[in-house]
């Protein structure tokens, strides 16, 4: 098992510009600790405390650190679907998004 340890803001995010909060670190640092043990799991707090950026924080680390590249599914719902678009266009520009996956009853408009 591997220990806990504070990881820094990945270098491909934002470019390299320092954008994470210390708060926003340690999440990162919890959830890259998590998943080099071999455990999921999920960041439930109040709206706007960056969850999304935190993701794409990891989603970057696992690339940069243990060349887990991808891919990687994000589930969401529909209606944010093109926040989530924007937000890794915007974080993570280098990184290969690809279309987005509907149900088949969605895509069917049933």
């Keep these: 098992m591997r220990p806990y340890r504070s990881i820094p803001q990945p270098a491909s995010l934002a470019g390299g510009q320092p954008v994470l ?21 999920v ?11 935190q993701t794409l924080a ?3 680390y696992l690339a ?3 060349g887990r590249k991808g891919p990687h599914l994000i589930v969401c ?9 924007a937000e890794i266009a915007r974080w993570l520009p280098d990184f290969v998004r690809a279309a987005p996956a509907l149900s088949r009853r ?5």
């Design 21 to 41: 909060k210390d708060y926003q670190l340690k999440g990162l640092s919890w959830l890259a600790y998590l998943a080099e043990n071999g455990a999921n799991s």
């Design 77 to 85: 719902p529909l209606s944010v679907l093109g926040a989530w678009a």
């Design 43 to 53: 960041l439930a707090d109040e709206m706007g405390l960056g969850k999304t950026i």
């Design 106 to 110: 969605r895509a069917q408009g049933t």
């Design 64 to 66: 940069e650190n243990h």
């Design 58 to 60: 990891l989603i970057a």
